[in-house]
């Protein structure tokens, strides 16, 4: 026998919790779709990993020497 | 009644309608097209993804203003006929959680607009939402027959977060935007005063039409409309105008100038004789009046992609 937990305020508030849920989806999207766009403005990303105190002479851009 | 709702205030289960009424869907039409207008028009690209968040938040904004004057005037919408449906008086919805779903509106689409494009933008947003609330709802309306004219400038700020939200300032255009709706705004409503039979006297609700008669709001709608002309043609001559927008703007002030004229020289017998036919006719030259302005704005920021706008060609 399948347990069901059922009230009819489920269904009474079916719409909404499903626009609930919808409003939700739709700020998650937002809030991600900012999130690329803003780390997406950076440029390049290569600078902040200079920022961790250590020394990485591989990140430095390497200069010819002109005699 | 369910154990559920035998706390609950309204006398009926919103539904997601009510919620999504209260926050006035064709107020925000209006809001949603100028703000877009003032985002596009600025002299400075915008990321499409930002602009469309930054409109959502001027839209929301804007909702939540809306419900949080039909929190604060719930008891004369109660009153009048035309606003007796609404969720509050209906009991659809209760007061608290109007106010609850303003509040939180507001600070969501505050705070958003600031992260997502500048704080300056978010600030005259925040600015819009008080400006409605405390200084029309609370303050104005119920106090002089005037509180459209300074009330209309909630209206007008959408077009100038819009510009700001591009540019992160004030400029002339963007203030000029602003004049455009606040001086068409009067006129407008106005008009439509006069061949609406309101029942504002009944909720306590001065209206020009009912506190210094018809002949005086005739002699206001055609002072406001001489003071909307040089705004709009100024506009026309600033970097976000051009020949088209020039064109369009010398067309829709004559024609609606010529229909303030005409509801001045009227009278009560007249307006009777034709049930208010220049009235309502002003009224929609009215709505394409600031439909075209703001159009051909859009228009000559197109063209300016082409190399064609302005009044450098």
């Known amino acids: 026998m399948v347990?069901?937990?059922?009230?009819?305020?489920?269904?009474?508030?079916?719409?909404?919790?499903?626009?609930?849920?919808?409003?939700?989806?739709?700020?998650?999207?937002?809030?991600?779709?900012?999130?690329?766009?803003?780390?997406?403005?950076?440029?390049?990303?290569?600078q902040f990993e200079t920022f961790d105190h250590a020394p990485r002479p591989q990140l430095i851009p390497q200069t010819e020497v002109v005699e | 009644m369910t154990d559920f709702s035998a706390n609950n205030h309204a006398t009926t289960e919103a539904e997601m309608g009510d919620y999504f009424a209260l926050l006035k869907p064709r107020v925000m039409s209006l809001v949603v097209f100028t703000a877009l207008v003032g985002l596009l028009v600025a002299p400075v690209p915008v990321h499409p993804f930002l602009g469309f968040v930054a409109i959502l938040c001027i839209a929301v904004g804007a909702g939540a203003s809306g419900a949080l004057n039909m929190w604060w005037d719930a008891d004369i919408d109660a009153v009048m006929k035309r606003t007796a449906g609404r969720p509050i008086p209906s009991g659809r919805v209760a007061p608290g959680e109007a106010l609850g779903i303003g509040v939180a509106l507001s600070g969501f689409s505050i705070l958003l607009l600031g992260l997502a494009t500048n704080f300056l933008a978010a600030a005259l947003l925040a600015f819009t939402i008080f400006f409605y609330l405390v200084v029309y709802s609370m303050w104005l309306k119920r106090a002089t027959p005037q509180n459209i004219v300074i009330g209309g400038a909630a209206g007008a700020f959408p077009p100038m977060i819009g510009w700001a939200v591009a540019t992160g300032g004030v400029s002339i255009e963007s203030l000029l935007m602003f004049a455009l709706i606040f001086m068409w705004t009067p006129p407008h409503f106005w008009a439509l005063a006069l061949f609406v039979k309101s029942d504002y006297g009944r909720a306590g609700v001065p209206m020009l039409t009912e506190t210094h008669g018809r002949d005086a709001t005739r002699r206001h709608v055609l002072v406001y409309t001489l003071l909307l002309v040089p705004v709009a043609l100024g506009l026309g001559l600033t970097s976000i105008g051009g020949p088209v927008y020039m064109a369009v703007a010398v067309v829709m002030n004559a024609w609606f100038l010529k229909g303030a004229v005409d509801i001045w020289r009227r009278d009560d017998a007249a307006c009777e004789a034709d049930r208010h036919r220049v009235e309502i006719n002003v009224f929609k030259v009215s709505l394409y009046y600031l439909f075209a302005h703001f159009g051909a704005l859009l228009a000559e920021a197109a063209l300016r992609l082409y190399g064609l706008g302005g009044w450098s060609w």
């Not at chain 1, 009474?12 to 499903?18: D, E, I, M, P, S």
């Open chain 1, 3 to 46: 347990i069901r937990v059922e009230h009819e305020l489920h269904e009474r508030r079916k719409g909404r919790n499903a626009g609930v849920g919808l409003l939700l989806a739709g700020f998650i999207a937002i809030v991600f779709g900012l999130t690329v766009v803003k780390v997406m403005q950076l440029g390049d990303i290569r």
